[in-house]
């Protein structure tokens, strides 16, 4: 179940349920991804409202907002509402992801209706095979 904090006035996700975590670029302390190379991710991110309430999620590369998922809480019949984004994105080794939250997020025990996903592409060029080793 992710754990908020408040970040000026956002929540940040803290997804605390981590299931692949190679390379430890992800923090579920601080709900922070930090590249541990340099090159192009693909990053996905969901998430499920709280009955009633509207929900603004934000992806944030070194703070700075890349993407965006809007859920409304009630929609016609449906109490609940999903969002979600996906995107491909360059970062440079030590450069920061996290996703921040404005509004109702809902996340039951062992449910996981909120995700966080995010894997390598492609390596900058400069790279060498020493450089990857580790996450191999």
Do not use: W
Request: hydrophobic content about 35%.
């Amino acid at each position: 179940m992710p754990a908020v904090t408040k970040d000026s006035g956002e929540t940040v996700v803290k997804f605390d349920s981590v299931l692949t975590n190679l390379g430890n670029g992800y923090n579920p302390r601080r709900g922070e991804f930090v590249a541990p190379l340099s090159g192009t991710y693909f990053i996905t991110f969901s998430g499920l409202t709280f009955t009633g309430q509207n929900m603004f999620l934000k992806l944030k590369k070194n703070n700075a907002m890349v993407l965006t998922a809007y859920a409304m809480g009630t929609c016609g019949s449906c109490p609940f509402s999903m969002a979600s984004n996906s995107g491909i994105i360059h970062m440079t080794k030590g450069d920061s992801l996290h996703v921040a939250l404005t509004g109702g997020l809902r996340n039951d025990q062992d449910e996981n209706y909120t995700s966080f996903t995010g894997y390598l592409l492609y390596l900058d060029p400069h790279h060498h095979q020493r450089d990857i080793t580790p996450f191999l």
